[in-house]
């Protein structure tokens, strides 16, 4: 029966952690997701890349100057691009 205490011991540490999980977003997740909509893999989100892929994806609501908007939001730098640190922050902000 002393086996049965550690194992429940182990059960409780579980729960813990989903409970206090932080609400930030997983990075991992996060750059799987970014280099999904980066098409052509340069490290940034263009406003066509973003809107083809949410096309693929069956949301044909997102056209190119929706995309623009919604990269926009996010775009620090202002350069019309969005790069995975934007992208992330993003993701934090709205977490
Ligand atoms: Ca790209
Ligand atoms: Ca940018």
Redesign the pocket.
């Given at each position: 029966m002393t086996l049965a205490f550690p194992y429940a011991a182990n059960l409780t540490d579980v729960s813990r952690y989903q409970e206090g999980a932080d609400p930030v977003a997983d990075i991992e997740e996060a750059r799987r997701a970014f280099e999904r909509f980066d098409v052509d893999g340069d490290g940034?989100i263009t406003a066509a890349e973003f809107s083809s892929v949410m096309a693929q994806l069956g949301d044909f609501h997102v056209t190119e100057p929706v995309a623009e908007a919604v990269?926009a939001a996010?775009?620090?730098?202002?350069?019309?691009?969005?790069?995975f640190d934007?992208f992330w922050t993003s993701l934090n902000k709205n977490a």
């Open positions: 940034y990269i996010k775009d620090t730098n202002k350069d019309k691009l969005l790069s934007e």
